[in-house]
């Protein structure tokens, strides 16, 4: 069965910095892309960053490039999401997701952790 | 503004049948580009409900259904039942952004 686990959200100053991990496991990580998805309360989905399976290739949304980061390990089976310059508007629950077979570039989500809570607040 | 834009919400009563629009531009759902749909119950994580337009993971009833014309997609749920009261989230892929695009997402309501 597959798992995903995020852990290191919290409360954090404007212009501060976070970094999210989410631990894999019930498949072979290291053949998967993993995404990160947030939603800010009571508001919509959006799509943040993305890794290849390998790690050699990331994307990221408009309102995150520069500001965020994300890499993986595939030997700890864990994906991370590095953020800093931290603002309100990061507010949000963070979603890791695996991604599933692609076609053309669009992926879809197959899998979703339950989220971590990231505030950014003085 | 979400690049995919759905209805707010949707209603429907018990047994009836609802549809829930997706419609995008020629950057993503008429680019011919994938479009997947996600279910969120209420304090959950969202949950792979179709995927490649119109696939249903192993689990999904076949009361949910999708399809894809043009530039829009669209979900169907037959036989309303309360435990279907959930918001509804499409998902594609636009080559102006180069990014994975969400709907607004829509509330469904089960009257």
């Known amino acids: 069965e597959v798992h995903l686990v995020e852990s290191g959200g919290g409360l954090v100053q404007p212009g501060g910095s976070l970094r999210l991990s989410c631990a894999a496991s019930g498949f072979t990580f290291s053949n998967f892309a993993m995404s990160w998805v947030r939603q800010a309360p009571g508001k919509g989905l959006e799509w943040v960053s993305g890794?290849?399976?390998?790690?050699?290739?990331?994307n990221y949304a408009d309102s995150v490039t520069g500001r965020f980061t994300i890499s993986r390990d595939n030997a700890k089976n864990t994906v991370f999401l590095q953020m800093s310059s931290l603002r309100a508007e990061d507010t949000a629950r963070y979603y890791c997701v695996k991604d599933g077979h692609c076609n053309g570039g669009t992926c879809y989500f197959d899998y979703w952790g339950q989220g971590i809570l990231v505030t950014v607040s003085s | 503004q979400s690049v995919l834009t759905q209805p707010p919400s949707v209603s429907g009563a018990p047994g009836q049948r609802v549809t829930i629009s997706c419609t995008g531009s020629s950057s993503n759902v008429g680019a011919n580009y994938d479009v997947h749909w996600y279910q969120q119950l209420p304090g959950t994580a969202p949950k792979l409900l179709i995927y490649?337009?119109?696939n249903r993971p192993s689990g999904v009833p076949d009361r949910f259904s999708a399809s894809k014309s043009g530039t829009s997609a669209s979900l169907a749920i037959t036989e309303l039942q309360a435990e279907d009261e959930a918001d509804y989230y499409c998902?594609?892929?636009?080559?102006?952004?180069?990014?994975?695009?969400f709907g607004g997402g829509t509330k469904l309501t089960v009257l």
């Open positions: 998902q594609s892929y636009d080559s102006s952004l180069s990014n994975s695009v």
């Open positions: 490649n337009n119109n």
């Open positions: 890794i290849t399976s390998s790690g050699d290739d990331t």
